[in-house]
């Protein structure tokens, strides 16, 4: 693609592996995502600012703000990330209801984020709901505008994540993600998010080493790995090119174990938060984040 990205100069010169973490829960506030994230071996860690399932979200307190910036600087946690609410689509039927309020949301969502000091936003590209992938496209790069422009000064880069292609869903091919990253006025308030069961599904098949090589093969061709700022290791619990986003642990489900050890060997994706999504967080996370560090070459 033709648009450079702003390079993260930690992905590039720093000879070090990639940051392993997990969605963390946020019961008891925020902070409690960074502390328990630590406890169970997170370097990275994703949250949820607020309900994924609800449109309507409190400004955070500011004694949230310095909870978790406290402890942030406790922990040393290297990348900090949220996940957008899964009501959000940007790329509905312009006038609906659900275009009107996804921008509301997602403008907070930005809002929520900039305010903790996040790195990274991660959003899917949303739904075209019939009318196709050209209209749908168009209408998120778009909405990205609106809220880019509503949002001028915001450093937190939203970052665009790759799905499994079901229904009428964006994001389940890399030239998807190009046209969007292509399209926007200001592309650097962008990345891109690659999730190892969402690509699965969507067809790119990463369980041997030619296939893990053909895949990044293409994202580069397609997209670029400087655009690559955050992965989810997820194994996939339904067969390849399924279309279905089902998430499983690490070494359980149709990927298998020996994707991921690519993965987080891989020195391309050195710096970079891997994090993982999959079921049973409270008793499996630090399961799943365990079974990544082991498969790092020593």
């Known amino acids: 693609m033709n ?23 946020t019961a008891g506030g925020h902070a409690c995502a960074l502390t328990a994230g630590h406890g169970i071996g997170c370097e990275a ?12 979200a409190p400004e955070l307190k ?4 310095l909870a978790w ?15 957008d609410s899964y009501l959000i689509n940007l790329a509905a039927p312009p006038g609906s209801e659900v275009l009107a309020k996804s921008r509301a949301a997602f403008r907070a969502e930005i809002e929520r984020a900039e305010a903790l000091g996040l790195d990274f936003l991660v959003s899917h590209p949303g739904a ?17 505008d609106i809220l880019h422009a509503e949002t001028a000064g915001a450093k937190v880069r939203v970052a665009l994540e790759t799905t499994a292609g079901q229904g009428t869903y964006l994001g389940g091919r890399f030239e998807h993600l190009t046209r969007i990253l292509n399209g926007v006025k200001d592309p650097e308030r962008l990345a891109v998010c690659l999730d190892t069961c969402h690509i699965f599904a969507a067809g790119y098949d990463i369980r041997t080493p030619a296939g893990y090589e053909e895949t990044m093969a293409q994202f580069d061709r397609i997209i670029g790995l400087p655009w690559l700022q955050v992965v989810h290791a997820n194994d996939s619990a339904k067969p390849f090119g399924s279309h279905a986003d089902r998430h499983a642990h690490i070494g359980e489900g149709e990927i298998g174990l020996e994707a991921f050890r690519r993965l987080v060997n891989d020195p391309r994706l050195a710096g970079l938060p891997i994090i993982v999504e999959t079921p049973d967080s409270e008793t499996m996370h630090e399961v799943n984040v365990r079974r990544l560090r082991e498969l790092i070459a020593a």
């Open 3 to 25: 648009n450079t990205p702003p390079l993260l100069g930690e992905q590039i010169a720093t000879p070090i592996g990639p940051y392993l973490g997990a969605h963390m829960p």
């Open 128 to 144: 075209h709901g019939g009318d196709g992938e050209d209209v749908g496209i168009a209408r998120l790069i778009e909405s990205l």
């Open 62 to 65: 500011e004694e949230t703000i």
């Open 45 to 56: 860690v994703q949250i949820f600012t607020a309900s994924p399932r609800q449109w309507r």
């Open 69 to 83: 910036r406290q402890a942030l600087a406790e922990c040393g946690t290297k990348k900090t990330i949220a996940h």
